[in-house]
């Protein structure tokens, strides 16, 4: 059974930074990824790192400001979050996927996180 398990969200000024933390029980089977939830707004798939080849993907409106990464030993992945605007506010979800390419759907996601870009 695929479990994941964010944290990090939180309430942060434009500008600044988060991090972002997925626990998952699939890392060795799927990529794994983000997608975002944002009231009023389209579901928006955010980054991807694959399972074997750590090919990673990152939607235009976060590339540069968002760095995808994972780590095997502690069945972690970590979406580094720079330069937060407004329109990063959402709820984060950590997400498996059959690879990383663009128009993949996720398959299994936890319960979210919220992260709140304000001043």
């Known amino acids: 059974q695929v479990q994941l398990v964010e944290s990090g969200g939180d309430l942060v000024q434009p500008g600044g930074s988060l991090r972002l933390s997925c626990a998952d029980s699939?890392?060795?089977?799927?990529?794994i990824g983000w997608f975002r939830q944002a009231p009023g707004k389209e579901h928006e798939k955010v980054s991807c790192i694959g399972s074997s080849d750590s090919s990673t993907y990152y939607a235009d409106s976060v590339k540069g400001r968002f760095t995808i990464s994972k780590d095997i030993r502690k069945r972690m992945v970590y979406l580094h979050m720079n330069s937060l605007k407004v329109e990063d506010t959402a709820v984060y979800y950590c997400a498996t996927y059959g690879n990383c390419a663009p128009d993949t759907v996720e398959r299994h996601w936890g319960q979210g996180t919220q992260v709140t870009v304000s001043s």
């Open positions: 699939a890392l060795d089977f799927y990529a």
